[in-house]
């Protein structure tokens, strides 16, 4: 059984396509051909007569994901696909060879299906070395190392993985290789150690505690429901020191390590109501089963969703004004890097 790294969009779009239909796709658009098969040189002179001014680079590495794709995935394999945004990793296995269906839409001509787990798990819940495989930012690679099974399996448990070895160059078939550093997403590493060091440093009812000094620092004034029944409520929240202005904030907080279902939603939209808040924010530190993000459109005007990917966002926006035991707690440099650049494809 092989272990490999897929990929949807920048946007989500994908992703949750790929969810409801069970399969994964190879989205690269205008691939007309069938691809079960080819060598890789033969899928390099497909993506050249594709895209012509393409860089050389790209042609060879977008041919070993080709080749990944088509000829080196198997049915049983196990596929990681990280939700851009939500902080989770939903995990499947294939249950197909290649396919190709030259009446499809573009871009969603060629595909495997895929048994999706009804659960998508944490990325804290992953080892840090495997969270480094994650990270690479090809669209299909193949997860190596030591004892990795165990690690993945372990991860999806909700256990702690062991460690794995250095990661490795990923494999492309044909003896292409794609060094790591040229195909690394060194933001989400960087923001996979701050999730971590949030999940380590505020634990259980702990994140009320961040999630109030986020909502003080944003400008709110606000109050603590006891530690116990709250009746769906854990902080209520209004613009203004004494937390007297609009809007008004009903906000309830789930820091287990399972995902939130739409009853934990709905609690919280009748809590709005009891102690007559505007808007709601309902935080889930390992994010929301598909139940809960359906609503979304229906809520759009009354709700907002956060999962861990929000909360450090939300937090490096007011990391300044946080108070200084809570910024002791949580320490962070800023660092300037280069963004990627044409010239460097």
């Not at 409520?233 to 287990?256: C, H, M, T, W, Y």
């Not at 009354?302 to 300044?320: K, M």
Request: aromatic share 8%.
């Amino acid at each position: 059984m092989a272990i490999w790294l897929v990929r949807g969009d920048h946007y989500g779009e994908v992703e949750q396509k790929q969810i409801d239909e069970n399969r994964i796709y190879l989205t690269w658009k205008g691939i007309h051909d069938d691809i079960g098969g080819k060598t890789i040189k033969e899928l390099q002179s497909i993506l050249r007569r594709t895209y012509p001014d393409a860089p050389q680079q790209r042609i060879v590495q977008n041919s070993g994901q080709f080749n990944i794709f088509a000829n080196k995935m198997s049915a049983g394999d196990v596929v990681l696909m990280p939700r851009r945004g939500q902080g989770v990793v939903q995990v499947g296995r294939i249950t197909s060879d290649y396919r190709f269906d030259p009446s499809g839409a573009d871009a969603f001509r060629h595909y495997r299906t895929v048994e999706w787990s009804p659960n998508a798990v944490p990325r804290s819940n992953f080892d840090s070395e495997l969270l480094h495989k994650l990270n690479a930012a090809t669209t299909f690679c193949g997860i190596k190392g030591d004892d990795v099974e165990h690690c993945v399996a372990n991860a999806i448990e909700g256990t702690a993985g062991t460690t794995l070895i250095s990661p490795k160059q990923s494999e492309t078939g044909d003896g292409d290789i794609v060094p790591p550093e040229e195909t690394f997403d060194w933001e989400q590493q960087a923001r996979d150690e701050i999730h971590k060091l949030i999940q380590r440093r505020f634990k259980g009812h702990d994140l009320e505690t961040l999630i109030d000094a986020i909502l003080r620092a944003q400008g709110y004034g606000t109050h603590r429901s006891p530690i116990g029944a709250d009746k769906g409520v854990d902080i209520l929240a209004a613009r203004g020191p004494l937390g007297f202005e609009n809007p008004r904030l009903a906000v309830q907080i789930k820091s287990e390590t399972t995902q939130i279902g739409r009853q934990v939603l709905d609690q919280l939209i009748g809590a709005m109501q009891n102690c007559s808040a505007d808007y709601g924010l309902l935080v889930s530190w390992s994010g929301f089963k598909d139940t809960v993000t359906r609503e979304v459109p229906a809520q759009f005007f009354r709700v907002r969703l956060w999962t861990a990917e929000d909360v450090a966002r939300e937090l490096l926006d007011v990391y300044e004004r946080l108070p200084e035991s809570l910024r002791a707690e949580i320490p962070l440099k800023r660092i300037w890097v280069v963004a990627e650049t044409d010239e460097a494809e």
